[in-house]
């Protein structure tokens, strides 16, 4: 999880490489710890939420509402998490992806779980 981490959020690495790491994540998603430290960097939530909004792949903007959720469950600081939850692009992002043309169940299924973590 480290190095996925760290590539992520590398901008010295190529765009193939950080949406990889951005899919490991969205698979076996970080620590508390670590979700607290991703939470408490906005530039780290700024990344998160362009890759949700404005990527032209589907399955980035699917895995970055993944890792979103996962970092919202996983840190347990109210103030960090409606730093992350008063943006609207997050929820127009997730919306988005619920909304694409014949979404897969994955699809549904992480939006669903985002909005509500975002609720939260």
Request: hydrophobic letters at 40%; aromatic letters at 4%.
């Amino acid at each position: 999880r480290d190095v996925a981490l760290s590539l992520l959020f590398s901008e010295s690495e190529s765009a193939e490489l950080r949406n990889e790491s951005l899919a490991i994540l969205s698979m076996f998603p970080p620590f508390d710890s670590e979700c607290s430290s991703i939470a408490s960097d906005q530039s780290k939530i700024a990344y998160l939420v362009s890759s949700l909004c404005n990527s032209s792949s589907i399955e980035v903007r699917v895995n970055s509402a993944a890792l979103i959720e996962s970092i919202l469950a996983g840190t347990m600081s109210s103030e960090l998490r409606s730093h992350i939850t008063n943006s609207d692009e997050i929820f127009a992002g997730v919306i988005g992806i619920l909304t694409t043309p014949v979404p897969s169940p994955r699809t549904l299924k992480i939006g669903v779980k985002t909005l509500f973590a975002l609720c939260l």
